[in-house]
């Protein structure tokens, strides 16, 4: 089309931008968006690589074509069928070269361009880097395995992979087997996707809730006023700080012991000084008691692990190079959660400080012997 011939297109009575676009043939133009790419439906980035041609093309100064391959990062026959694409479909984009040994310009008719919304687009194409940070999170959220919330997931997953540059696509399939999500001791939270949305609104517009949560503690069900603040994951369990109004005061709650939850229409305010990153960072699981000081040596064949992990922010270790033993020293919160860590190292865990939580120890260990000797 020329430009001559897309100025009186555009003049004519009736013919809006739409129209424009459409032509008088809206299913031949959508089958020719549909056979553009390789004979088959086009997919996110040539979409978007469509779209930024015409944000190139309606530039004042226009665009040639060694230009619109630069830019879309393709190559020159591509260039070629993508312009005589947007010529098929009624874009009115025409040439004109300055003199003889310069290169022709490319661009859309000015009156047609002031018509055009902005669709300058962001880059959403991922590279290979940004896919497998995206695939480790998705390989930490087996808290949701077999629930609503895994299946959106993955749809999501899906729509995103239309937007990977060219040929990072058939990597997909490697990249996914690069992961294994493990279940292991994963809570199931399959029925209890609504409950989770519901928390989540109410922390977000902070709306008080009303609940029925089952406490293993107790062992009975009890209906609680609560503020829901926020959500934190534990050891394949999914737990909430919340504010219990009849306590007064901030408690964690499992997710999967909340039977019935209801957000009302009460709002709250925000506890002033509640910082549950620090609170997270001075327990040593998910009691959150009065910190103490513990210091627990550590033998040879287990020192290598001790090592190698942060067990609270302000740990100490001294080693032992005599018999390659450790003493890890820390300051933490959670007394049950530090004495069950202790004995699941058994005779290569020993409790030096507390001597309070070393008597217990010792009473337990007694109580175990016996137990293992009448049987």
Not at 166 to 178: C, F, H
Not at 193 to 202: F, Q, T, V
Not at 218 to 242: T, W
Not at 247 to 269: C, H, K, P
Request: proline share 5%; charged share 30%.
């Amino acid at each position: 089309m020329s430009i001559t011939e897309a100025r009186q297109f555009l003049s004519r009575p009736g013919k809006n931008l739409l129209e424009f676009s459409k032509g008088n043939r809206p299913r031949t133009l959508f089958l020719k968006i549909l056979s553009f790419e390789r004979g088959t439906a086009m997919y996110g980035e040539q979409m978007v690589r469509m779209l930024r041609a015409v944000d190139l093309l309606s530039s004042p100064t226009g665009v040639t074509k060694q230009e619109l391959a630069a830019h879309l990062e393709v190559d020159k026959r591509t260039v070629e069928r993508l312009l005589g694409l947007l010529q098929e479909l009624n874009f009115p984009v025409y040439d004109e070269q300055d003199g003889p040994s310069s290169e022709k310009t490319w661009r859309m008719v000015d009156t047609y361009v002031m018509k055009l919304p902005n669709i300058t687009l962001p880059d959403i194409r991922l590279t290979l880097p940004e896919l497998i940070a995206l695939y480790l999170i998705k390989g930490e959220a087996q808290l949701f395995h077999g629930t609503e919330i895994e299946k959106l997931a993955d749809s999501a997953f899906r729509k995103l992979s239309f937007f990977m540059p060219e040929g990072l696509s058939r990597q997909l399939a490697k990249i996914q087997t690069l992961f294994i999500p493990s279940s292991k001791f994963a809570k199931d939270y399959t029925g209890k996707e609504k409950i989770i949305d519901d928390l989540r609104r109410g922390m977000i517009e902070q709306k008080r809730c009303t609940v029925k949560y089952h406490s293993f503690r107790s062992g009975k069900k009890r209906n609680y006023n609560l503020d829901p603040l926020r959500f934190f994951e534990n050891n394949g369990g999914l737990y909430i700080f919340a504010y219990i109004t009849e306590y007064e005061e901030v408690r964690t709650l499992a997710v999967e012991r909340i039977e019935r939850l209801q957000v009302t229409d009460n709002s709250f305010d925000y506890p002033e000084h509640f910082d549950p990153e620090k609170l997270l960072s001075s327990a040593f699981g998910i009691i959150f008691d009065k910190p103490f000081q513990a210091k627990i040596r550590f033998s040879r064949e287990v020192a290598p692990y001790i090592r190698e992990r942060t067990w609270a922010p302000n740990q100490h270790i001294t080693e032992n190079e005599a018999d390659g033993s450790l003493i890890l020293e820390m300051e933490t919160g959670g007394w049950l959660d530090v004495k069950r860590w202790a004995l699941s190292y058994g005779m290569h865990a020993e409790v030096l400080e507390p001597k309070e939580m070393r008597e217990e120890i010792l009473t337990e260990m007694k109580s175990c012997f016996e137990q293992y000797r009448i049987n």
